[in-house]
């Protein structure tokens, strides 16, 4: 799709949901399009000669034709199958994902905030990027003197900014920018698991195809593809949820995998920090 400045076409896409949800919208256009140009070029055709001012001309190839009942009733289903098959074969990618998840990310709505959290395996972590423990990066020594990685709980609340009096700067996304954002993997999959603390949430973010029902005492869960390194999305909650409904935006960035073990390294050197 064209993009002028954001202004044209659907927002820009995050990952395979996203992109082919917009390749998806592309052809669905394309076929609605062609049906309208030929359904108003056969009213085009026939009205105005069959209209009461020209005498009400009557088609005999048109009237009480049971050959021409039978097509135009046996196209529409066929279009119907044409428009609904890529549909239904989008949505089944979306909901059924068996490949190997990089890491498992837990959604958790409150009024009016976003929790995230991450069971961050350095182990599976570092074999994923080729990095053994026999290579030249961290290790840890546990109390039997082998080198083992331990297991990371990563878990914060995201808020929206709120801008003090002044002028804003320019390009800031008033009531979309939050303090700590979603950080994803890139080139990945992703499992993002959904809940709520306390009233019905919606946690959606466009450009990843995501719009995920937060409800209290149940998990629903998303699987995200092959997202896209260097992209930032917003979203928010798309359920009214009280008072402060609009301050739940979401924000989410995609870093590269070595970027990503290295933000999940700060968190442990921090944690680290803390504890002593």
Known sequence: MPNFNGQMGLCDWGCSV???????????????????????GVLVLIV?????????????????ENTLELWWTI?????????????????????MNDKPKFTTVKVTGHQWYWSYEY?????????????TKGGEGLQFINEGGEHSLPELLISYDSYTMSVSEGDLDPGFRYGQYVDYPMVLPGNSNIEVKVTSADVIHCWTIHGLGVKMDAVPGRVNASHLSNLRPG?????GCSEMCGLNHWQM????EVLSQEDFALWALVWLYSDLTDSD
């Open 231 to 235: 992209y930032t999305g917003w979203g």
């Open 75 to 95: 196209i529409p289903i066929f279009m119907i199958i044409i428009m609904g098959y890529p549909s239904f074969v989008q949505l089944y990618a979306m909901g």
């Open 119 to 131: 069971q961050v395996d350095f182990n599976s972590l570092f074999s994923s990027l080729g990095v």
């Open 249 to 252: 935006s979401a924000e989410v």
């Open 18 to 40: 996203g992109l082919n949800l917009i390749m998806l919208h592309d052809y669905l256009v394309c076929v609605c399009f062609m049906i309208m140009c030929v359904v108003g």
């Open 48 to 64: 105005p000669k069959a209209g009461f001012f020209s005498g009400g001309i009557h088609f005999r190839n048109v009237y009480r």
